[in-house]
């Protein structure tokens, strides 16, 4: 349910326009600025017990995508059930003693001399 849940949010952000990978072309976009080669930043949520905070903040950005995933015909909030969603993840990561890795967060700072 946690992977289903992030592909749809990539799937969704993908077809809409956006590109959610676009902080591994953090370097290569830089650059084509005209800017100083950045320094690269990864931050990825890592979940596992009950009720972690990251399978509501998966299931939150799911509930506000709803209506793209429905209108580009991706989920069905039917079977999204957003208003069960945390716990659903919750529950199977507790009884797959799993643990939830949470999409990576790319970011890149650099300083251009005057």
Known sequence: TFDRSVRWIAESLERSGSDPYLGLKLHATFKTAGLPPPALYVHAGIGAGQQHPLYSVVADLVRTLLPALEELAIATAKEIDVDTLAERISNEAV????TAVGPSLV????????
């Open 107 to 114: 970011g890149a700072a650099t300083r251009k001399t005057a």
């Open 95 to 98: 009884a797959e003693s799993g």
